[in-house]
């Protein structure tokens, strides 16, 4: 159920050579926001008038102007922890319930200059920490697939938009997998480019050595498209690597000859649901009859991961949300009298449970006579890991995993066990801790008809070889 | 038992540069409230920092200045606590691994020289400023938040009050000297803390250490480790412990005041910055640094002495103030002769930049025009005593000597018709004191030469009078 029967690229074209209009592409996605929403909840804000008059000025370019616009009048929606200027962004907090940033992060400006229109704010996990958009602080999101799964998270929000159809492409940000699981869950194609090949200028840190923005749409090709708009050079994030990632038409074929396919034994074993084997396993036959070579990996380190990537992204989130202090930014109570009862009450008041928690676990373990033992630890493993990967890719070209041990759970069904909610990130996590890009998409659905998404992980910077297998995949699951 | 009493102090010095340390908002001093500020150093969600590279290199400067090593990696680390003038709930800062460390200056303290040693010096931004008005409210201005900071740590080396206020006064002419920073202790952007501990003279261990804030006067600091080393020795004279606390030097009171004890200490969870690379500086880099290093107070000094041959006095005095010592230098190279210019630098121009409160750039009394002033003062065509009425004219109207000579009539009657006529007058209606002269009683040339200044008005060339008065006196 695609927003668009073709490519982003094919759209925008059609509608630069006037066969195709933006306004009624815009329009029709509002519409369809309108009707579909109510039952979904993907959105937190819509950008209605905002959208359509940027959809009329594109249409009012000359067709040469329309022609350089890579994205031209593609609608789009973006994360709500994305800064977008004069549109609320809310990071689904309580919190920040009346931000509304006086600037663009790069990656909308980047869209805007690509000629895309911003259509809305889409719903996800209190500052990114969930695995299923259920710790919104503004109501959860329901799968397309199945009204009484979660989405995935926490970008549950941006996956549900386009896996519904409401909007062709979306952006999300992925910590330890929160781009990659919900595409998983909701069926749709999600990426997780190499760190710092994305400007992280605008998003409002979770956790910063992790956090990477990244596009979500429903075929391969435009991931690809979209990859190239954001992927900007940016001074003003330090960590950018200033190498903007360029497209090529060639990474889109099923002829995958000599393609090194990884298979981790830590992936495969013990925690895998039958239900998402059965699937990666049929696509992998495929695969190789299409002439894809699989070699069996090991990343030892891995059962270290989930351990590590709760310390480090919980310590660095302890640092990033205490600006939220009811001072300058965030709700403030009106309970408090004194400064530290301002503090105390403001943040008792704005942060969700899940919030909390990570601040509560990030705080500690940045603590003097604990440091050593859990941050600089996990630091310390982080790099075991990575190595784990390059090891591994010096003899495979793509790796493949599972997404998620299984398919969506129902609503509320892991919202009282925290821990086991954290294991369900045991695949994705990975891959943000060793600054890889990791993609998911669609390999099949469940008995119930839930989609059951496909990983590939490569090395930094190739996130070419990724699209290829993960076109290949995407083209021989359908 | 005889106690001395050990030092150390941390000094924060505000650097100089264009912007600020993460973003680029300007750093004036004085500006109206939040009128500098964006959404980096408000640290709006989502903002991010990106180092500025003119303060890097300030630090390394006052880094190569006092002999530290510069490291070739450091990282910068944030240091987490609440307060309302941090917007972000924490500060940008350098800790386990710091841009400079192992310097130290010399200092000369009742005629002994001293090394004191530098631990470390780090870089990292300042917080904003809250202003608490009459009401309840408290106010926050924007503008400082964010400007850059280096962080000069010294080693527990003075052992006293004077060595201490030795120290900073070498520290302050070098970062003067560099033009990293304007050492403005009243408006904050040179700040110090002292840690303080007593213990048996000689003795090897350091005792418990108290920490003292808000020192913000040289004057203060002498006087709060003045109180605060007597306070200490009486504890432990009459068999007290010193716990670790901080305190809070209070001016109005002349006393330090309890902030915290131990058990309050805040744990600053200091982890690097992932916002952050690790800053990563170049030999060449440092070289190229250590090639614009000006010439130090201690260098020009001997230079002073030896080169223009001033007094010890005079060369102290000159080089205390890098902007005194460029203004003596710049006017010695245009009139020539360097004892002259640095007897009225001495005297007369610190006269007005004192009595103005005036920085040495606020003169109008320009090196070059000082230089035309002594000129004329050599070849006699104005009086040293008038060219000092001249100098005061020239500051308050900030016009050339030249056209205020002319225009008072300052200029000396040097003809010697004019004078000769004035000279016999003098005689003529002195006929005893001319008589007494005669006699022998040669002082009196004094009298005759006064007489005749008076007589012209102050403008007689009192050399010329002299010679003419003796002459015609026979």
């Known amino acids: ?478 | 038992m005889e106690y001395e009493v050990v030092i150390g102090l941390e000094v924060h010095a505000q650097l100089l540069t264009k912007t600020k340390l993460f973003c680029g908002c300007t750093t004036p001093f004085g500006d109206e409230p939040n009128t500098h500020g964006c959404p980096v150093c408000l640290g709006m969600p989502g903002a991010l920092p990106v180092l500025n590279r003119e303060a890097v290199a300030m630090a390394i400067r006052t880094g190569l200045t006092v002999g530290c090593t510069i490291a070739k990696k450091s990282i910068f680390a944030r240091k987490n606590y609440f307060y309302p003038d941090l917007p972000k709930g924490y500060q940008i800062s350098q800790y386990d691994m710091p841009l400079c460390s192992g310097g130290s200056i010399s200092v000369i303290v009742n005629g002994t020289e001293k090394r004191i040693g530098i631990t470390r010096i780090h870089l990292e931004e300042d917080a904003g400023k809250l202003v608490h008005d009459q009401d309840a409210d408290s106010l926050f201005d924007v503008n400082r938040c964010g400007t850059p900071l280096i962080e000069i740590v010294s080693e527990p080396d003075m052992r006293g009050p004077a060595e201490a206020h030795a120290y900073l006064t070498g520290l302050k002419q070098i970062l003067e000297y560099l033009g990293v920073c304007d050492c403005n202790m009243e408006e904050g952007s040179l700040r110090c803390d002292a840690n303080i501990s007593v213990r048996p003279k000689g003795g090897k261990k350091l005792g418990t250490k108290i920490e003292i804030k808000n020192m913000n006067s040289f004057r203060s600091i002498e006087k709060a480790l003045e109180y605060e080393t007597g306070r200490q020795i009486d504890v432990v004279r009459s068999g007290g412990i010193i716990e670790q606390q901080t305190y809070q030097w209070d001016p109005d009171t002349g006393q330090s005041v309890l902030m915290r004890s131990k058990e309050d200490a805040h744990d600053y969870r200091y982890f690097p910055d992932p916002d952050l690379v690790p800053l990563l500086v170049e030999q060449s880099h440092i070289e190229t640094l250590r090639a614009t290093l000006p010439e130090l107070p201690a260098a020009r000094r001997h230079r002073f002495e030896k080169g223009y041959g001033l007094t010890a006095y005079a060369a102290e005095v000159l080089t205390s103030m890098r902007p005194v010592a460029d203004y003596f230098e710049a006017a010695t190279k245009l009139c020539g002769d360097a004892k002259t210019v640095a007897n009225w630098v001495m005297v007369e121009i610190l006269r007005i930049v004192n009595e103005r409160k005036l920085g040495v750039a606020g003169l109008h009394i320009t090196p070059s025009r000082l230089a035309g002033l002594l000129k004329q003062v050599a070849d006699g065509t104005i009086s040293a005593q008038a060219a000092k009425k001249v100098v005061d004219l020239v500051q308050s109207e900030n016009r050339d000597p030249e056209a205020i000579i002319k225009e008072k009539g300052f200029a000396q009657i040097s003809d010697s018709g004019t004078l000769e006529a004035a000279v016999r007058s003098v005689i003529d209606a002195n006929p005893k004191e001319a008589e007494r002269y005669r006699a022998g009683e040669k002082k009196l040339i004094g009298f005759f030469v006064g007489q005749t200044m008076k007589a012209t008005g102050g403008k007689g060339n009192p050399k010329e009078i002299s010679a003419i008065a003796m002459r015609t006196l026979g």
């Open chain 1, 1 to 478: 159920m695609a927003f668009f029967n073709m490519t982003i690229a094919e759209a925008s074209q059609q509608m630069a050579n006037g066969s195709m209009r933006c306004v009624d592409e815009t329009g029709r996605a509002l519409s369809l926001i309108d009707a579909a929403d109510a039952g979904l909840h993907a959105f937190l804000s819509v950008n209605n008038n905002g959208a359509l008059r940027r959809a009329e000025a594109l249409d009012n370019l000359p067709v040469s102007e329309k022609k350089k616009l890579p994205l031209f009048g593609i609608p789009i929606a973006i994360k709500d922890n994305i800064c977008t200027k004069d549109i609320p962004t809310t990071c689904g907090s309580k919190m920040l319930e009346n931000f509304v940033p006086p600037y663009d992060a790069t990656v909308v400006e980047a869209l805007q200059n690509a000629g895309a229109v911003i259509v809305g704010k889409t719903n996800m996990d209190e500052f990114a920490m969930g695995s299923s958009t259920e710790s919104s602080a503004f109501g959860k999101t329901h799968n397309p697939a199945g009204k009484n799964h979660i989405p995935g998270g926490s970008s549950g929000g941006s996956a549900a938009a386009v896996a519904s159809g409401m909007v062709p492409a979306a952006l999300g940000s992925d910590t330890g997998g929160s781009i990659r699981q919900p595409c998983s869950h909701c069926g749709c194609a999600g990426l997780k480019p190499t760190y710092g090949r994305v400007s992280r200028y605008g998003l409002v840190a979770f956790a910063s050595s992790l956090d990477q923005i990244g596009p979500i749409a429903s075929d391969v090709r435009d991931i690809g498209r979209l990859l190239e708009a954001i992927s900007v050079a940016d001074e003003r994030d330090s960590t950018n690597a200033r190498k903007p990632y360029r497209d090529d038409p060639s990474y889109y074929s099923t002829d995958i000859p000599n393609l090194k396919i990884g298979l981790p034994r830590e992936y495969f074993g013990e925690g895998l649901s039958e239900t998402v084997r059965r699937p990666l396993a049929a696509l992998l036959d495929r695969m190789k009859g299409c002439g894809a070579e699989t070699v069996d990996v090991s990343l030892p380190n891995v059962n270290y991961a989930v351990a590590t990537y709760y310390i480090i992204c919980t310590a660095e989130a302890s640092s990033n949300l205490a600006r939220y202090d009811g001072v300058k930014y965030g709700h403030r109570s009106t309970a408090a009298s004194m400064l530290g009862d301002l503090y105390t009450q403001s943040r008792e008041e704005g942060f969700g449970n899940e919030v909390k928690r990570r601040i509560m676990i990030g705080t500690y373990v940045l603590s003097s006579g604990y440091y050593d033992a859990y941050y600089l630890k996990a630091a310390r493993v982080r790099t075991l890991i990575a190595r784990d990967f390059e090891q591994a890719f010096t003899a495979c070209d793509v790796i493949m995993s599972p997404v998620a041990p299984t398919p969506a759970f129902r609503i509320g069904e892991k919202t009282s066990d925290p821990l086991q909610m954290y294991l369900t990130d045991i695949y994705t996590v990975s891959a943000n801790l060793a600054g890889i890009p990791g993609i998911s998409v669609p390999a099949g659905r469940s008995p119930e008809g839930l989609p059951i998404g496909v990983q590939f992980m490569a090395r930094q910077w190739h996130e070419g070889t990724l699209l290829k297998a993960a076109f290949a995949a995407q083209q021989l699951s359908q």
